[in-house]
């Protein structure tokens, strides 16, 4: 299975896993819910740790572990991806149903394009800004309890405003992820160490020592601390590395839908019109950009004006798995990988910038090592007949200053 097929595949497994969630989650409505989380993370720990060392990658844990810098960001990353869809959604369901909470929590990839320019540096389109716009109409809308005039009548405005900053916090995740290319298992497993430190003190301070748990909170427990937690986000954050977060968009755009089914056969819930009208708006939002061709571009930081020209594109996520050593080394180092495509015609002028002093990290789309990546980056710049793709690997000074070299031998 090619790596395109794989990624989405994979995100449609945690779709299914991740529509589940909210209906597992009403468990901690009948515990003391910290206790209820200490349980879930002490799974997840256990279980993520075993995993690492089934894939014999402790060895990345460890390298996490030397550097403190490394520790503070996969602590927060792990924080701001649990917290929010967990922690967050449970405290929320005890006041709102699960189908409303997930409407408007599932905003979240659009939340994501937010934050995309500032952290990632890429580019926003027309289609993405109107996709934003709709977003936010869905969330008044679920502030205002489905009336247009009505969001200081809502007696739940307060949940509904905790639930979009968790949803923003989730989506800073999902930049995270993409932004700081570690060992996905080693990122899950310090993660659950970190969150089971959280969840012990506040369990100590909130609840315990007597936890009270029947058999319906040990099954949500099992099920989100083993299978969600570790193998559902491992799946999914794999997934979405490589995979465009306009792409992640249109396929969770589905999840409410799922959880709306899921909550009115468990939980026997009513499915609001509203709800169905959130979820609408950010599917609307969605499908329009499927007409998108320039949102993800790369923003150059560099003066010359040259290169702010050129549809570059950073790909790093797609080789965040290579087995190429440059490549490797150069992502390792907090390196990124860009990459742009050119019509055959200059081959020639690629082919001269081998032999330059500054042509380490040099590739092409027709590199051996790194064949398999290469199909999937020529999926995403949508490389035609005639086409290929240069691409560049190295500190990102480094790439534009090569990208500037190239353009001013092509034009």
Do not use: W
């Not at 394009?113 to 389109?125: A, G, K, N, Q, V």
């Not at 932004?179 to 369990?203: E, H, P, R, W």
């Not at 027709?366 to 086409?387: F, M, P």
């Not at 240069?390 to 031998?409: I, N, T």
Request: proline share 2%; hydrophobic share 55%.
């Amino acid at each position: 299975m090619d790596m395109k097929k794989k990624a989405y595949a994979l995100l449609l497994i945690t779709l299914v896993s991740g529509a589940l969630l909210p209906i597992l989650l009403t468990a901690a409505k009948t515990t003391n819910i910290y206790d209820f989380f200490f349980g879930v993370y002490a799974v997840s720990s256990a279980v993520s740790l075993a995993f690492l060392a089934y894939r014999k990658k402790t060895g990345e844990l460890a390298d996490i572990l030397k550097d403190y810098r490394k520790i503070a960001i996969v602590c927060f990353t792990g924080i701001v991806s649990y917290l929010p869809i967990e922690f967050g959604i449970a405290y929320a369901e005890k006041f709102i149903s699960a189908s409303l909470a997930t409407a408007i929590f599932r905003m979240s990839p659009l939340l994501m394009l937010l934050l995309l320019p500032p952290m990632l540096r890429e580019r926003l389109s027309r289609y993405q800004i109107v996709a934003l716009v709709l977003a936010f109409a869905g969330i008044y809308i679920g502030i205002s309890g489905g009336s247009l005039l009505g969001i200081f009548q809502n007696s739940n405005i307060g949940i509904m405003v905790f639930l979009v900053f968790m949803a923003l916090g989730y989506a800073l995740s999902m930049i995270l992820i993409k932004k700081y290319v570690f060992d996905i298992g080693a990122v899950i497993a310090l993660s659950s160490v970190t969150m089971l430190v959280l969840f012990a003190v506040l369990a100590l301070l909130y609840g315990m020592p007597f936890p009270q748990f029947n058999a319906s909170h040990i099954i949500s427990m099992l099920y989100i601390g083993a299978f969600f937690n570790v193998f559902s986000f491992f799946m999914y954050f794999i997934a979405l590395r490589p995979v465009k977060a306009t792409v992640v968009a249109n396929i969770y755009f589905f999840s409410p839908f799922i959880t709306f089914l899921f909550a009115a056969a468990f939980l026997g819930e009513a499915i609001q019109p509203y709800y169905i009208a959130i979820a609408l708006l950010a599917g609307i939002g969605i499908i329009i950009q499927r007409f998108d061709r320039v949102g993800g571009r790369y923003i150059a930081s560099s003066k010359n004006g040259d290169i702010r020209r050129m549809a570059i594109f950073d790909v790093t996520g797609i080789f965040a798995e290579t087995g190429e050593v440059g490549i490797r080394a150069a992502i390792k180092d907090g390196g990124r990988v860009l990459a742009i495509k050119l019509g055959g015609e200059h081959a020639k002028n690629v082919a001269g910038a081998y032999s330059d002093n500054d042509s380490y990290g040099l590739y092409t789309d027709s590199h051996a090592a790194i064949s398999e990546e290469s199909k999937y980056v020529k999926d995403v710049l949508g490389v035609g007949d005639g086409e290929f793709v240069v691409m560049k690997a190295g500190r990102l000074d480094e790439c534009e200053q090569f990208f500037e070299g190239l353009y001013k031998k092509i034009m």
